[in-house]
């Protein structure tokens, strides 16, 4: 994950300190680091809650083009190898290459991809602000390749001048954030990554979670108390990768700059594990989401619980060592008490909701980077599609 904070070297939450070689910031008073805190579990559980719900939309969807990634027990198993590689790679890259340009060129990747994904995000939302005798356009982009009988297409992409509305506002937030990086502009394009993936990136059951937050339970642990890897990329990678909340915001308003902040990672890998959960509870047809909720609970417990241990030790925390025991073990618990374990572990999300999802050939890695999980959701949103009528997801 991307805890080791870019700014202040520290995990899950940051503590006070300074990189080498600049000066030491005064200590965050006890109301800073309450609001920072606060703010930054908030903004961690919405993306989570709202991309669950979304997930439900996203695996009734009847269209093949509009449904979601399934990882498989492969890809769990193979994932925390994958995400190690690429995180090794990219602190070489940093070692090696001219740091600046690395980030120019990251920069301008996240800004296009930025904008998909918030204008992705808030198309539901501002569909509802718009009159009933709005000028809604529709447009195709359409291409292809050879002719005649070979002709195939490229890309066949179906959108309206609503889209185009989102676009434009979207842009906005991607000019800011180019020009200022501001915190702001951050997070906007942090929450919109984080409810794209829990949305868009699917677990086929129970089983693979297990196998994938186990994986990147050992990986994350690791790379945070093993090495200085994770350390030095996260210091040295600027990107919306993390969400970031100031300290000092009670001192300095707008300005601040003594951050706290916790990484997508630790958003997305629970969050697709939740989702599954919320997906498993309305399969029971039994109008209760029980795991969905216990699993939530589990969550805000697992992240406080690295709040505080870091708070106390002073010292990066990997989040993942504290949020998946709590996020598989209260909702394992909660099924042994209801007599529900064997339907748990044999629920198939693809095979009951999704009959049709493709198979992820290529994942997310959330590690140092969520370059390959930006890759994964740009293809997502820039795949063909047929317009529906979208509408609140609700379970």
Not at 18 to 40: D, V
Not at 218 to 245: Q, R
Not at 258 to 267: E, K, P, S, V, Y
Request: glycine share 6%.
């Amino acid at each position: 994950m991307e805890e080791p904070a870019a700014h202040n070297g520290s995990a899950a939450g940051a503590a006070p300190g300074a990189a080498p070689g600049t000066p030491a910031r005064p200590p965050a008073t006890p109301e800073g680091m309450a609001l920072a805190y606060g703010s930054l579990v908030l903004m961690a559980l919405l993306p989570i809650f709202f991309g669950a719900l979304r997930s439900v939309s996203c695996a009734k969807s009847k269209n093949s083009s509009e449904m979601p990634e399934t990882i498989t027990s492969r890809d769990a198993a193979r994932f925390p190898i994958v995400a190690s590689c690429t995180l090794l790679g990219l602190y070489l890259f940093f070692k090696i290459f001219s740091q600046e340009y690395i980030n120019l060129l990251l920069s301008m990747y996240f800004f296009v991809l930025g904008i998909l994904a918030l204008s992705h995000t808030i198309s539901p939302m501002m569909n509802r602000f718009f009159p009933a005798n709005f000028p809604n356009k529709q447009y195709q982009l359409l291409f292809t390749q050879g002719s005649g009988e070979s002709k195939e297409e490229i890309v066949n992409y179906e959108f309206d001048t609503k889209d185009l509305v989102c676009l434009a506002l979207s842009s906005v937030v991607g000019v800011w954030y180019l020009l200022r990086k501001h915190w702001i502009a951050n997070n906007l394009f942090g929450l919109a990554f984080s409810l794209n993936g829990v949305e868009l990136l699917h677990l086929n059951n129970v089983s693979t979670g297990c196998i994938l937050l186990g994986g990147l339970f050992i990986y994350d642990v690791f790379w945070v108390f093993g090495t200085n890897v994770m350390v030095t990329v996260a210091k040295s990678f600027e990107a919306p990768i993390k969400l970031v909340f100031p300290q000092d915001l009670l001192e300095k308003g707008l300005d601040a700059d003594n951050f706290a902040m916790l990484g997508l990672g630790d958003i997305v890998i629970p969050g697709i594990f939740i989702a599954l959960l919320l997906r498993f509870d309305i399969s029971l047809k039994k109008n209760t989401h029980t795991y969905f909720y216990t699993s939530f609970v589990a969550y805000i417990f697992g992240l406080g619980l690295t709040i505080f241990i870091m708070h106390i030790f002073k010292h990066a925390q990997p989040a993942l060592l504290y949020l998946v025991p709590a996020c598989i073990g209260f909702p394992l618990l909660v099924a042994l008490a209801k007599g529900e374990v064997t339907e748990m572990f044999s629920y198939e999300s693809s095979a009951e909701i999704l009959p049709h999802t493709p198979r992820l050939t290529h994942f997310p890695t959330v590690s140092g980077s969520p370059a390959s999980l930006a890759d994964s959701m740009q293809q997502k949103l820039s795949c063909p599609r047929r317009r529906r009528q979208q509408s609140p997801s609700a379970m």
